[in-house]
T-cell receptor, first 116, second 113 residues
Framework: GAVVSQHPSRVICKSGTSVKIECRSL??????MFWYRQFPKQSLMLMAT?????????EQGVEKDKFLINHASLTLSTLTVTSAHPEDSSFYIC????????????FGNGTRLTVT | GENVEQHPSTLSVQEGDSAVIKCTYS??????FPWYKQELGKRPQLIID?????GEKKDQRIAVTLNKTAKHFSLHITETQPEDSAVYFC????????????FGQGTTLQVKP
């Protein structure tokens, strides 16, 4: 149980274009999902907390107009990287908790974004 | 907000030896402390976790200890095997009901056969 599916696993796009990443909880309802970003050989940095039916809460330093998050249902959250630049190239990982906020986080497989 | 510091950044041990990774956190109200193992290019996998009402937890070769007073917690891996080689992250969940986890910097563990 507690499977989180993330698509695509890899994406290459040109500078200036937008990329959408989907995160789905397959066998549970996730009121809250989290989006992390990980640069090579670095830690997972929390970008935003995605709440179903409401606006996402962004961490300090994360541009909400550049990283659009939509949590339209209890099983789906999307992250759109708008007007992508090479410095946005990174590993993006979503996660969700099963049940209460005090439950473990389960991660998606991640999306390797490369902006050329 | 919560800040998590993790040490060492790299750790190399011989197969069969023990490995210890330490983390400290800043928010005294933090109540949940998981450890994740991440292999190259893959998602982090939860290996063990501990809650603030417990001082120690063990699962086969893996154990975690928590010292709330000192605000630090540690991961102990005994009888290490080459397949234990990976990056390990500690994390802390702070106060409030957002459920978000803040991660340490990670430790690259290499177990030499």
């Amino acid at each position: 149980g507690a499977v989180v599916s993330q698509h695509p696993s890899r994406v290459i796009c040109k500078s200036g274009t937008s990329v959408k990443i989907e995160c789905r909880s397959l066998d549970f309802q996730a009121t809250t999902m989290f989006w992390y970003r990980q640069f090579p050989k670095q830690s997972l940095m929390l970008m935003a907390t995605s709440n179903e039916g409401s606006k996402a809460t962004y961490e300090q330093g994360v541009e909400k107009d550049k990283f659009l998050i939509n949590h339209a249902s209890l099983t789906l959250s999307t992250l759109t990287v708008t007007s992508a630049h090479p410095e946005d190239s990174s590993f993006y990982i979503c996660s969700a908790t099963q049940g209460s906020y005090n439950s473990p986080l389960h991660f998606g497989n991640g999306t390797r974004l490369t902006v050329t | 907000g919560e800040n998590v510091e993790q040490h060492p950044s790299t750790l190399s041990v011989q197969e069969g030896d023990s490995a210890v990774i330490k983390c400290t956190y800043s928010d005294s109200a933090s109540n949940y402390f998981p450890w994740y193992k991440q292999e190259l290019g893959k998602r982090p996998q939860l290996i063990i976790d501990i809650r603030s009402n417990v001082g120690e937890k063990k699962d086969q070769r893996i154990a975690v200890t928590l010292n709330k007073t000192a605000k630090h917690f540690s991961l102990h891996i005994t009888e290490t095997q080459p397949e234990d080689s990976a990056v390990y992250f500690c994390a802390a969940r702070g106060s409030g009901n957002t459920g978000k986890l803040i991660f340490g910097q990670g430790t690259t563990l290499q177990v030499k056969p």
